[in-house]
Every structure is written in structure tokens, then in C-alpha cells.
């Protein structure tokens, strides 16, 4: 079977994805730039950020979030279990009234006896946060979860210290060390640019670690690294042995994606690359606004193509309704964006190809590759039998054939990156160069070439 004609099979029922119940932890791929499920096959991430759910959503909605994000084919959720930014208010309690810690104390966490929902002074902030994890996996999905988001910058950090990291980490990984759908991520849009700070995220680390395997053993864990817009953990943790692979945020300047991604991508030690952050789609806060479901679909189609993963964001959803600079919709109406279900199309075409096979190819591009927000991009299958473009904008792209192992023929398609419509436009002689011009009224457009192995 052609792989638009599992493509075309797959797209039919993407609405309709059946859950699996998340048992093992991730790991890293052989060559160093994907992940893998549990049972060795790759793993496709593509994330939401739903920041606080731990503190916002009740029971009843965390199932509503999960059940609908996993029905869209998104496989991680980024939230913290304990959030002190003053976007998200109030800080030190969820939506139960229940609080982490006495008296703020991150090594005396508030823990009652028991842990029925239905009484209250059993059901605790930390019951309600494995209850989170729990339904998470129950919906197959994984929890990339920060132990603590938002902490102020000193010479240090304010609330998390070198004097209690440890002790917090040990805490929280012995209590969570059963989920196996966890991510660990340190940090939480911080810095890391001195040794006090380096200090206190090698410490969670190796508390989380002993926490959840009774010793120092990262092999047990998977660890990233949450940065400020701008920057990557490979600025501070390249060498850290905890971390699994690399997290980037580009915030507003959503048209470096394409760079910053290729630049740790060349990193040694290899080491797999999130895109987790970058323009949240309605976001009012960006300079470089508005947010529309295009630029959506240019950050991921971005960061994929230069060899990593993406995180998508909206900015009604991660907060969930609770931050009103923030809100100009429902949240539960916002689960279903346009940006969000482009994304899902996104899916669905690369996992009607063998996508970790591909590697990025600027090279395929011979003219028109464009630049900045009208950026082109490509990447080749390692057998060098397929070629992927990315049209970013309606313009001619001219594309070095003999990229593709010389067959006869090719096979040409176009797909629609909004609604993942298909026009093949048939096969083509074997050619050096050949210019393409996406079909007509298409805002961007995803252009597979095929060695046609038939004839």
C-alpha cells in the first residue's frame, strides 16, 4: 500500500482513536533524534500545553481535557504540579481549596490520611494530582510535568533552593514513581545561566531519580528541561546525565524555529529536540500577532522538518479560562481550533509515512526557499526513495530531483495541511530539476514526491 493510500485510510477515522493505557516510560532512539513507545516502535509527540490543570480543572473536566485531546491525536500534556506564576492565580491552592505544602514548604508537603473524592478532608492536592496522572494514562497520554513552574530569578530562585531541592524531588518521585506516563521535566521558564541555578535542577533531578528507582540511576527516568522564550536546554544541560533530550521555546520569534532546532540538531552527543513552546494560537500577547491556524501550522511543519518535535499552545486552553488577558473564547470550545485539528492532520500525514526515517535536506530546494515567515523547507527518507516539502506560503518551488534514487518515474502529490486533502497530480519522468507551484488558493502546502518502484 502507497503511503498517501494509508494516509487516505487513516484520515478517515482520526476522530475516533481508541485509547491506550500508557505502561512504560519512553526512551530514546538508537540514532539519538526520535523517541520510542515502550515497545520499541517510534513514538510521535505531538503536545498540548494545559499548564494548569493540576490547580484549575475539577474531576469531571480533567476527563473532558484528556478524552478530547486524545480523540485529536495528541500524545503529551505539559502541566505543573506546583505553579507560583502570578498569571495564574491562586497560586498556592487548586480548584478543591487544597494546598500543596504547610506554611509553603516544598520538604512539608500537606498530606491527609485517605484519598476518597468524596470527602473532603481525605482528598488532598497531591491525590488530586495522581488522579490527573492517572486519567492522563487511562487516555493514553503522557504527562511531560514539571515538578514547579514560575519561580522568580535572584542570584538563585525564590521558593526552590540548592537547601531544599533535593529533599522536594526525593518527595515527589517516591510519591509518583508508579505513573509510568511521566515525564520529569526541570525547570519551568527559567534560566539556568549561573551554578546556583544549575545547582538546584541538578538537585530535583537527582531527587526525583532516587525518588522513584531507590538510587541515582537517570537510565530509569526521562528528563528534559523547561527554558525561557529564546533559548534551549542545551545552553546549561547538554552534558547533564539526567537529561533525555533537548526543549527549546521560541515564544514570539516563531520565525527561528527552523534555526534553533537545527542547531542543537547538530549537537554531539546526539540528543532528540522538543520544540515545546512557541506562539499560542490566540494569543494576544505576541508582538508578532495575531496567531491564525497558518502560523500554527508553520511552527510545527518548522520545527519537524529541521528535525525535531513540536508542542502546540492556545492561549484560552492552558489556563483554562481562569486568566481573563488571556481568554477570548470557552476553553472547552478552544479544544476544538482550527490550529488544533491542522495538527492533527499533521499527524496523520506523517504517520502515513515511515516520518523518523527523514532527515532535514535543505539542498532538495534549488530555488524559492524563501525566508523568515515565508520560509520553504524539506527532508528525504534515509533510503532516498521519498521527498517532503514544506510550502509555507503560495509560491514556485524548484526542487533538485536527483535527491530521489533515479527511477523512471515519480509519484507526485499534494496534500492540503488544513484538511488533509489529497490531489495527485500523477507521475513525472525522471527530470534534474523541477519547478511546483502550489495548487490555487491554498494558503500552504505539503508536497510528497515518490519513486515510483511500480514501473
Not at 73 to 99: E, Q, R
Not at 129 to 137: D, M, Q, R, S
Not at 221 to 245: I, K
Not at 259 to 264: E, I, K, L, Q, R
Amino acid at each position: 500500500m502507497n503511503a498517501l493510500k494509508r494516509f487516505s485510510n487513516f484520515a478517515i477515522g482520526f476522530f475516533f482513536m481508541t485509547s491506550v493505557i500508557v505502561q512504560a516510560q519512553l526512551t530514546v532512539s538508537e540514532n539519538g533524534h526520535y523517541l520510542k513507545n515502550p515497545d520499541g516502535s517510534p513514538f510521535y509527540w505531538l503536545g498540548d500545553t494545559g499548564w494548569a490543570l493540576f490547580q484549575k480543572l475539577n474531576r469531571e473536566d480533567v476527563e473532558f481535557y484528556f478524552e478530547t485531546r486524545a480523540k485529536q491525536g495528541f500524545s503529551v500534556i505539559h502541566a505543573a504540579v506546583y505553579n507560583v506564576n502570578p498569571f495564574v492565580l491562586p497560586p498556592l491552592s487548586n480548584v478543591y481549596g487544597d494546598k500543596p505544602f504547610i506554611k509553603n514548604d516544598p520538604r512539608q508537603p500537606d498530606i491527609t490520611p485517605g484519598n476518597s473524592p468524596d470527602d473532603s478532608t481525605e482528598y488532598d492536592y497531591w491525590d488530586h494530582v495522581e488522579y490527573v496522572i492517572n486519567t492522563a494514562a487511562a487516555n493514553g497520554l503522557y504527562i511531560n510535568l514539571l515538578p514547579i513552574f514560575g519561580v522568580v530569578e535572584g542570584e538563585g530562585y525564590n521558593f526552590l533552593t540548592p537547601t531544599n531541592a533535593y529533599d522536594y524531588g526525593k518527595f515527589i518521585g517516591k510519591r509518583l514513581k508508579d505513573h509510568s506516563n511521566i515525564i520529569w521535566c526541570m525547570g519551568g521558564d527559567v534560566l539556568a545561566d549561573n551554578d546556583i541555578r544549575k545547582s538546584v535542577w541538578n538537585l530535583l533531578a537527582k531527587g526525583v531519580t532516587e525518588g522513584v528507582v531507590g538510587s541515582e540511576d537517570y537510565s530509569k527516568t526521562f528528563m528534559t528541561y523547561h527554558v525561557r522564550g529564546g533559548r534551549s536546554s542545551s545552553e546549561y544541560f547538554q552534558g547533564a546525565p539526567w537529561l533525555d533530550f533537548h526543549m527549546l521555546q521560541t515564544w514570539a520569534s516563531f520565525t527561528k524555529i527552523y534555526d534553533a532546532v537545527t542547531s542543537d540538531y547538530n549537537l554531539k552527543p546526539v540528543k532528540p529536540i522538543l520544540h515545546g513552546e512557541g506562539a499560542y494560537e490566540d494569543g494576544p500577547e505576541y508582538p508578532t500577532k495575531p496567531i491564525t491556524p497558518l502560523v500554527i501550522r508553520k511552527q510545527a511543519y518548522w520545527a519537524i522538518f529541521a528535525g525535531g518535535f513540536h508542542t502546540y499552545g492556545n492561549s484560552n486552553v492552558w489556563n483554562f479560562g481562569t486568566t481573563p488577558f488571556y481568554v477570548s473564547q470557552d476553553w472547552k470550545k478552544a479544544l476544538s481550533s482550527t490550529g488544533a485539528n491542522n495538527l492533527t492532520v499533521s499527524k496523520t500525514f506523517f504517520e502515513s509515512l515511515e516520518w523518523w526515517k527523514f532527515v532535514p535536506d535543505q539542498s532538495i530546494i534549488v530555488k524559492g526557499a524563501g525566508s523568515g515567515d515565508t520560509l520553504n523547507v524539506a527532508m528525504r527518507s534515509s533510503a532516498n526513495d521519498k521527498i517532503i516539502v514544506y510550502f509555507s506560503s503560495a509560491i514556485s518551488v524548484t526542487i533538485d530531483m536527483s535527491k530521489i534514487t533515479p527511477h523512471s518515474l515519480y509519484t507526485v502529490t499534494w496534500v492540503d495541511p488544513q484538511k488533509g486533502v489529497k490531489n495527485e497530480i500523477g507521475n513525472f519522468n525522471n527530470t534534474n530539476t523541477k519547478a511546483f507551484s502550489i495548487p490555487k488558493g491554498w494558503e500552504d502546502a505539503l508536497l510528497l514526491i515518490e519513486a515510483n518502484t511500480s514501473n
